[in-house]
């Protein structure tokens, strides 16, 4: 295809990057916490940590994971939700010359077992309210040293007591569990202050991260990215925003897990290498203290996915915070729908933009750039030095504005999946085209357009039904607070739709909602059934789960 986007890039976003600007994810680090050394790097629960404490907290605990006889390129896991523990942890193995191993805490023992089992991991660094899960599966994996730590650790005294005992005693949230060659966190960090630490010889092709895909369909899958991979898509992002951003000034307010591909690239290591705040949010489903947490810290950047924006609108407060500090928001994971972009821009006064990546890309493929004005529907330009091309079924490229699922090529696609090169031939061609499994379009100006999964297609009576097409109209009802659509089976059609929603209003029926979406969609667009529900299953990350659904 060509790339016609390259004509409406922003003069300012050049179209090539440089993939080997930084040697490694490490070299980036090193120099940001030696530029913005006084600075605040992390906020969370009203505690602060400066990019110099970062610096020494991690390299003592890389001193230690190395005399611990840890060798580059040996996996470690961590299970954590967002914590100031966690950059410890993060940036401690990087420097190490290991590999990061993210991984869910909500995680039953059976798919931790498996990620453990599938990534080699050596070693853990878990927060204590996961540990039984672990306990449940340990001597069933490789791994040898696990570091616990509790909520509250890294948080100043008294309020460290404070929170690790209402956590603990008060609210119970610790299941037992008996790890007992377990070594403490916080005084491993503290023991590597004895310890020589030896900066490790990393290049390019050596591995950051097994960030494994959601598991949604079949076995989850660990994505080799490189810190090249990383390091690219790091110069990628920075092409686009660095137009609008102020290197040392920035406070990102990250909801999303960072344990999350999104949330670690466009958050953690994106704004670590801008030197700005990370304002860390530990539990984003409680909507109204997440609010009260807007309230004290005066944001520049928000991102997150279409659930948590559209939670945000409808929690009592937001609408009163002050908006005049922010840049943009900035959406990804799932589809951003129109009537919640909408809202979000008729309150806050600033756009939602919308951006579109995978794990298996690093995960930023395509854009919307910060000077947008307005909600277009979007997904955005390609990154720079990034390429795309739209298929039909028989593999042959669609006329501009048709549809075709999307395959991407760049320096951000994953080197493959661990272990497993039959899956990996079958979404990576041997010229390095990725299939994402979406249906997408592009128009004129090179902005593509998801259409949605290949998988999630509903197909009546020999028609193509796009899901996201069918909740975008559904939620444009003012009762209407969350909604999913999939296909069930019929005589009649092979399939119908069938509508699940949560209300805001028990005044809402079925018939009410069908009959709106008769005012907006062709005949065998139109949900046949409505089924409310109080809540609809998600990801730990806010997607709603189609699948579930459907089974």
């Not at 966190?185 to 990393?202: D, E, H, M, W």
């Not at 102020?246 to 999104?262: N, R």
């Not at 309230?295 to 002050?322: A, Y």
């Not at 600033?350 to 951006?355: A, I």
């Amino acid at each position: 295809m060509e790339k016609i986007w390259l004509e409406h890039y922003d003069p300012s976003i050049p179209a090539e990057i440089d993939p080997d600007h930084y040697p490694s994810l490490v070299e980036v680090f090193e120099q940001s916490v030696k530029s913005f050394a006084e600075k605040v790097a992390f906020i969370n629960m009203g505690q602060s940590m400066t990019f110099a404490e970062l610096d020494k907290q991690s390299r003592q605990f890389a001193a230690t994971l190395q005399h611990a006889g840890f060798k580059k390129g040996d996996a470690v896991a961590i299970m954590m939700p967002n914590l100031l523990q966690y950059p410890v942890a993060l940036f401690g193995v990087l420097r190490a010359g290991l590999v990061v191993v993210n991984v869910n805490p909500l995680y039953t023992a059976r798919e931790l077992k498996h990620q453990l089992n599938d990534s080699k991991a050596k070693g853990i660094v878990i927060v204590e309210n996961f540990a039984c899960t672990l306990a449940e599966v340990i001597a069933d994996t490789p791994i040898q040293k696990v570091f616990l730590t509790q909520l509250g650790d890294l948080l100043s005294a008294p309020k460290k007591w404070i929170v690790n005992f209402v956590v603990k005693r008060v609210k119970k949230m610790v299941p037992p569990f008996s790890l007992p060659n377990a070594d403490d966190f916080v005084t491993a960090i503290k023991q590597g202050a004895q310890l020589q630490y030896s900066r490790p010889n990393l290049t390019s092709d050596d591995l950051a991260f097994l960030q494994y895909t959601g598991g949604t369909t079949g076995v989850s899958k660990g994505a080799m990215l490189t810190h090249r991979n990383m390091v690219a898509n790091l110069e990628q992002i920075s092409a686009f925003i660095e137009p609008v951003i102020t290197a040392g000034t920035e406070t990102v307010v990250t909801a999303l897990p960072l344990y999350h591909i999104f949330a670690l690239e466009a958050n953690c290591l994106t704004f670590v290498k801008y030197g700005c705040k990370n304002l860390l949010i530990t539990n984003p489903r409680d909507m109204a203290g997440f609010v009260k947490e807007l309230e004290k810290t005066p944001f520049t950047v928000l991102t997150g996915v279409n659930t948590l924006f559209n939670g945000l609108l409808n929690t009592p407060g937001f609408r009163e915070l002050d908006f005049s500090n922010m840049k943009f928001a900035l959406g990804g994971g799932m589809a951003v729908q129109r009537p919640v972009a909408e809202k979000w821009q008729a309150v806050t006064g600033k756009v939602l933009l919308e951006g579109y990546g995978l794990t298996e890309c690093s995960p930023v493929v395509t854009c919307n750039p910060p000077s947008t004005s307005h909600y277009r529907g979007a997904i955005g330009m390609p990154m720079p030095s990034t390429d795309i091309k739209l298929l039909d079924e028989e593999g042959n490229e669609v006329p501009k504005g048709e549809p075709g699922e999307m395959y991407v090529k760049g320096p951000q696609v994953m080197k493959g999946y661990l272990n497993r090169p039959e899956a990996t031939a079958e979404i990576l061609s041997e010229d390095g085209w990725l299939a994402t499994g979406d249906i997408a379009r592009c128009d004129e100006e090179g902005y593509f357009y998801i259409v949605d999964r290949k998988k999630d297609m509903i197909l009546v009576s020999g028609f193509n039904v796009f899901p996201n097409e069918v909740e975008e109209v559904a939620a444009m009802h003012e009762d209407v607070l969350e909604v999913a659509a999939i296909g069930v089976p019929s005589e009649s059609s092979g399939e119908v739709v069938k509508l699940f929603a949560v209300r805001k209003s028990e005044t809402l029926t079925e018939k009410m909602l069908i009959e709106h979406c008769r005012k907006h969609l062709t005949g065998y667009k139109i949900p046949k059934f409505v089924e409310f529900r109080n809540e609809l299953p998600k990801t730990n990350v806010g997607k709603i789960l189609r699948r579930e659904l459907r089974n």
